[in-house]
């Protein structure tokens, strides 16, 4: 079983909807990660959570640490925010590693 | 500002053909480095990952080693390719004592045929 659990694995929504990613671990973290790669395969950073809640622009992600879940959220979706959205956990530790859910693969279509 | 450079981004190699993927981070000091490989289907996976020059260590058992000839510098290598070599590498670096936030290069496609 994988430590880090992504639901769905593909995700097809229409222009403005309102999306949900999920994320379950099964460690305790120090911190999570939500993370865009696009079809290059280039991956960027969209948030680093340790509790409670972000926003940036459209995008909100939330972590319960008792509940070891994490959601991101994307609201008014538009075409451009189809990708692979992936889930990271970061271990406790000196060093910095990540381990990866497999991904959500978004299709939001015009 | 901080920039990470990984080359090439693409590249076709007949299995046994040996394998030298660059990665260079710009704007920073004594960075975390890191290789990950995504394989077909699969999530990221920690390969190596370096605290400092000449510090490499293993997270899996490969056909694959990494070298950190400089600060900045991480080398993903193979003396002989395999087909199950074939994946996308990305390289990644994080400064531990800040947010601790990871940032990733683009990546390369290496198909081994």
Not at chain 1, 45 to 62: C, Q, V, W
Not at chain 1, 76 to 84: E, G, I, M, T, W
Not at chain 2, 88 to 111: H, I, N
Request: positive net charge; proline residues 4%.
């Amino acid at each position: 079983k994988n430590e880090v659990e992504q639901s769905p694995q593909n995700l097809t929504a229409q222009e403005g909807e309102f999306i949900t990613i999920n994320c379950s671990y099964s460690v305790g973290i120090s911190a999570l990660h939500w993370l865009q790669q696009h079809p290059g395969g280039g991956i960027v950073s969209l948030f680093m959570l340790s509790s409670g809640k972000k926003k940036h622009g459209r995008l909100i992600a939330t972590i319960n640490i008792q509940e070891k879940h994490s959601s991101l959220h994307i609201t008014a979706s538009h075409p451009r925010d189809s990708a692979v959205y992936i889930c990271a956990v970061r271990s406790g530790g000196s060093n910095y590693k990540l381990t990866f859910g497999k991904g959500t693969l978004l299709t939001v279509n015009p | 500002s901080q920039t990470i450079h990984q080359w090439p981004a693409t590249l076709v190699q007949p299995v046994g053909s040996p394998l030298s993927l660059e990665c260079t981070v710009e704007g920073t000091s004594n960075p975390n480095l890191y290789w990950y490989r995504q394989a077909a289907g699969r999530g990221l996976q920690l390969l190596f990952y370096s605290v400092g020059i000449g510090q490499i260590s293993s997270e899996v058992p490969q056909n694959l080693s990494a070298s950190r000839p400089q600060d900045r510098q991480f080398i993903l290598s193979s003396k002989k390719l395999l087909l199950s070599d074939s994946g996308f590498y990305l390289c990644a670096w994080s400064v531990e004592v800040l947010r601790g936030e990871a940032f990733f290069g683009q990546g390369t496609r290496l198909t081994v045929v």
